[in-house]
């Protein structure tokens, strides 16, 4: 089945068949996963230029998926969601993959390369959650009205970037869709990480073995860059990239730069 | 039909600019700037005060209400009160309404059973046990629990609530937020098979299909009158009347704000700044926090988008004469007050239980007792009757007054 830009879209059954998994997929070469950000998987220009080198995954966290919101309420915490993305790799016949992710999804990439290290060949984390520290609080972005969110996650609130997350389609019925979307997308996510998104990582982090590159917008107000640190102290060998002109996403504020670093790093 | 006094217990003195030096009343307003514990505790005494005096003037019941961190009304522990008020009013026919302890926040949540239970012996089998889901922004922002699971939550305590009434047997709860090998209720309530329960709602498609699913009081807690709520109790009556249940009125209770006084004019003279105070800085809440994204159903988040209603009227632009005519609050003259009641609210709405909600606000003790004190001569009186000629029986009341009406009429015909 075809998907968006390009993709090409399959559902694949977990978790005893209650749980449909869809993953968009693009490109050719070594297999990598991209797991998507609290807003929803929106394909983008960084992920159409990692396909020019990868075979990108892109699995929809579950509930996310248009036509099944309510897979979400088989999943209870974050241990069900890590066993369900093992079950996945499985049925995709995945062994071993680049992992990259960005904000929660780099959580996920991070907790599962902490669970199954044998997965996760390199490591890329676009300012990822996960960890808490009381003098620099996480900014819980549910708490903000849309406004407030995209001057939180985007150095430039009205940039090209900002509009691949917040678009505001002209038809009604397509607006509705998206804004369902995209609140259900943030629900569903944040499922595994409200009212603080600490759930553990730091007593897991360790067994994380694979190579890991963390990029950090140098403008992230809801993780600041103070966690590419912790994060790095926390991950052998770890090495920060910050990127200037971003905020929380700087795969969408900077493609080019991202994904250059990126491409850099896995090759 | 029945009708109690309502009480938030406010903050009475805010700050003239309040609404626009803090960002909201709920979960952030800062303590150390607003308040002081030994004048909050004035307030608590005259809350109760009221309450009382409210149940002496011939009420049928005095509700409060949990809600957290916030200057719009604040009982954390609205049990605590309701200890005083069932205590206090031993000797009255009023029911003692808790709307009650909040169910997803309480750790076990076999805890609002037994308080509950202690509230119905204390009280001689006067309680009625309301079990709310709780405001997002107590519920989801202040203590913390997953949007997503409120009403999941919700919905697993509810259950081990009522089978911890009723369950003959010691029994085991294996659920998935609570797990509990031997649930042994102490006390139980007077009440049998348990007390009547309400459970309040905003107007989410769930919780009419849950309502009626168990044999509960609905009750419509809104700050923005009959004409809004219209559309929103039909929703609910066509569920009822979906599952083949009666038209059973007492099935409904709506909250209604109401302001008495000699007239239409003396009205708008006494309360006009203390409803403004409350619609304008009560209810100062960013729009986004009483819908965290996952608190919504699917189905109801649909919906909602769809028309998108709830919002459309910024209150902070409407002032007194707007709320009066788009009838968020019914205030006048006695006469005014008991038509427009009877004819929007109660007869509109079809609601048998109505909660009435007198102190508003900023509004002083002295003037909260004098638009008690009329309205309890002046418009319960001719309230009371008004489904009486119809036979139905309120099942949503403390069995032993039911029959108040009854009675008062039988002692007057003599």
């Keep these: ?267 | 039909m029945k009708i109690s006094a309502f009480h938030l217990m406010p903050h009475r003195e805010l700050p003239a600019d309040f609404e626009k030096r803090y960002p909201s009343v709920w979960v952030t307003p800062p303590w150390w700037e607003l308040s002081d514990p030994a004048r909050v505790g004035q307030y608590y005494n005259w809350t109760l005060d009221e309450l009382l005096f409210a149940a002496r003037a011939g009420f049928d019941g005095v509700c409060t209400n949990e809600h957290h961190q916030n200057a719009y009304g604040f009982m954390p522990s609205p049990n605590i009160m309701g200890a005083v008020l069932a205590k206090a009013t031993n000797d009255l026919p009023v029911a003692i309404v808790q709307m009650g302890a909040t169910l997803p926040t309480q750790n076990p949540p076999i805890r609002v059973a037994e308080e509950y239970a202690m509230l119905d012996c204390i009280s001689g089998g006067r309680l009625i046990a309301g079990l709310p889901l709780g405001s997002p922004m107590d519920v989801n922002l202040c203590y913390g629990i997953t949007p997503m699971e409120h009403r999941e939550r919700y919905r697993e305590a509810f259950a081990l609530v009522m089978k911890a009434w009723q369950a003959r047997e010691i029994f085991a709860w294996n659920g998935k937020y609570t797990q509990l090998a031997n649930v042994n209720l102490w006390p139980r309530p007077i009440q049998q098979p348990h007390p009547p329960v309400w459970v309040p709602g905003s107007g989410s498609i769930s919780t009419f299909d849950f309502a009626v699913d168990n044999e509960v009081c609905y009750c419509f807690l809104s700050y923005s009158g009959a004409k809004s709520a219209k559309g929103m109790m039909d929703g609910y009556w066509n569920v009822v009347t979906k599952k083949g249940r009666d038209a059973n009125p007492y099935r409904a209770g709506f909250l209604q704000l109401v302001t008495v006084a000699e007239t239409d004019a003396k009205a708008e003279e006494l309360y006009a700044k203390h409803v403004e105070y409350f619609y304008h800085k009560c209810l100062h809440v960013p729009a986004v926090w009483f819908s965290p994204p996952g608190n919504q159903d699917y189905r109801s988040l649909e919906a909602t988008a769809r028309t998108p209603m709830r919002f459309a009227v910024n209150p902070k632009e409407l002032r007194y004469r707007d709320f009066v005519e788009k009838g968020y609050v019914i205030s006048g003259s006695p006469a005014t007050v008991r038509q427009r009641l009877q004819e929007e609210v109660v007869k509109g709405l079809r609601v048998g239980n109505l909660m009435v909600l007198l102190q508003i606000g900023s509004m002083p003790h002295e003037l909260t007792l004098q638009n008690m004190d009329l309205f309890a001569r002046e418009v319960l009186p001719s309230l009371r009757p008004v489904w009486e000629n119809e036979g139905w029986v309120n099942h949503w009341w403390p069995e032993k007054l039911r029959a108040r009406f009854e009675s008062t009429q039988a002692a007057s015909a003599r």
Excluded at chain 1, 94 to 100: D, G, K, Q
Excluded at chain 1, 137 to 151: A, G, H, I, K, Y
Excluded at chain 1, 195 to 216: Q, S, Y
Aim: hydrophobic share 40%.
């Design chain 1, 1 to 267: 089945m075809s998907g968006l830009n390009g993709t090409h879209a399959r559902t694949l059954p977990v978790w005893q068949n209650r749980v449909s998994m869809r993953v968009l997929s693009k490109g050719e070469g070594p297999a990598l996963i991209f797991f998507h950000g609290p807003w929803g998987l929106h394909w983008n220009p960084f992920l159409d230029s990692l396909a020019q080198h990868f075979t990108v995954h892109a699995p929809e966290h579950p509930g996310t998926t248009p036509g099944a919101p309510d897979d979400i309420h088989h999943l209870d915490n974050l241990w069900d969601l890590i066993l369900c993305y093992d079950e996945l790799l499985e049925q995709m016949g995945v062994e071993n993959a680049a992992v990259v992710g960005h904000s929660f999804g780099a959580m996920v990439a991070c907790e599962l390369a902490a669970a199954y290290p044998r997965r996760a060949g390199r490591l890329a984390l676009i300012d990822p959650i996960g960890l808490w520290r009381d003098d620099a609080p996480v900014t819980n972005w549910m708490m903000l009205n849309q406004q407030e969110m995209q001057s939180y996650i985007f150095h430039d609130p009205a940039g090209a970037g900002a509009q691949l997350l917040f678009a505001q389609p002209e038809d009604e019925t397509e607006r509705v869709t998206a804004q369902v979307g995209l609140t259900w997308a943030m629900g569903s996510t944040g499922k595994f990480i409200w009212p603080i998104p600490d759930k553990g990582l730091k007593k897991r982090i360790h067994r994380v073995k694979a190579p890991t590159l963390l990029i950090w917008g140098a403008e992230d107000r809801i993780a600041p860059p103070v966690y590419a640190e912790e994060f790095a102290r926390q991950i052998t060998g770890a090495r920060i990239e910050s990127v200037k002109g971003a905020g929380h996403a700087p795969h969408l504020e900077q493609p080019a730069t991202v994904s250059d670093l990126v491409r850099e790093f896995l090759r």
